[in-house]
């Protein structure tokens, strides 16, 4: 099949490109940048390409030795406790995670080393083979590597779980990615053709009420990191 097909090539690293990146004017830039092995392979899932990065990554600037994952939750669990009690709030309770979760994967993208413009969360990117879309497709370099699907506060980040009728099917779509994050704000999980990397994690505290205290759970960066690679 189409998936099985894709599967199978994006384990097929090729020597593609070199590309460089700088951030000049940015707040935080990664310092001493260095080139990026760029491997690539059809995706019929999106009618584009899915191109994978290995990169060799550099230090942090001095402007970015600031930002630690406890920072980065503790603004994210602020922003996002905000926007949950904001009287006019509209929507669905996950939509109001969608700025904080936004925010919250740049600050870890710079910990990570990777220049502030280089990571993008590019919102409900329809997959047409599946009939679904993920709330997000994110690309590193306008490179695709992975989706991420928010669910309400409260629901977990273990699909596998799910009660709700619309949550399981979504799940019996979205189980054949290769890269795919599951998020309800207070836990967090990475899944790769319906199995999970690691565990699910659970955050220190809960968003709506610890706002800014949140803390991480441990191992929560090598779970972005993991991603992002």
């Not at 097929?12 to 000049?24: G, N, P």
């Not at 996002?80 to 929507?91: M, V």
């Not at 899944?191 to 991480?216: C, H, Y």
Request: hydrophobic letters at 40%; one cysteine or more; charged letters at 25%.
């Amino acid at each position: 099949t189409e998936v099985r097909r894709l599967k199978h090539a994006s384990q097929k690293r090729i020597h593609a490109q070199r590309i460089v990146f700088t951030s000049a004017q940015q707040d935080c830039r990664i310092s001493h940048p260095q080139p990026l092995t760029l491997a690539a392979t059809a995706n019929p899932l999106i009618d584009s390409r899915w191109e994978i990065f290995s990169r060799h990554r550099a230090g942090p600037s001095p402007q970015c030795m600031n930002t630690t994952v406890e920072t980065a939750i503790s603004n994210f669990g602020a922003a996002a406790k905000a926007k949950l009690s904001n009287p006019s709030a509209t929507g669905q309770p996950e939509d109001q995670l969608r700025s904080p979760f936004e925010h919250l994967l740049a600050e870890i993208a710079v910990l990570s080393n990777f220049a502030p413009s280089a990571v993008t969360a590019v919102g409900e990117s329809a997959l047409a083979d599946l009939k679904t879309r993920p709330d997000y497709s994110v690309t590193v370099h306008k490179a695709l590597v992975g989706f991420v699907e928010l669910k309400a506060p409260g629901k977990g980040a273990d699909p596998k779980k799910f009660k709700d009728p619309h949550d399981k099917a979504q799940w019996e779509k979205l189980k054949s990615l290769p890269n795919l994050m599951y998020t309800d704000g207070n836990e967090f999980s990475l899944w790769r053709d319906g199995k999970p990397v690691g565990k699910v994690l659970t955050l220190d505290g809960n968003f709506e009420t610890s706002g800014a205290k949140l803390a991480p759970a441990p191992g929560l960066h090598a779970l972005f990191e993991s991603f992002l690679d």
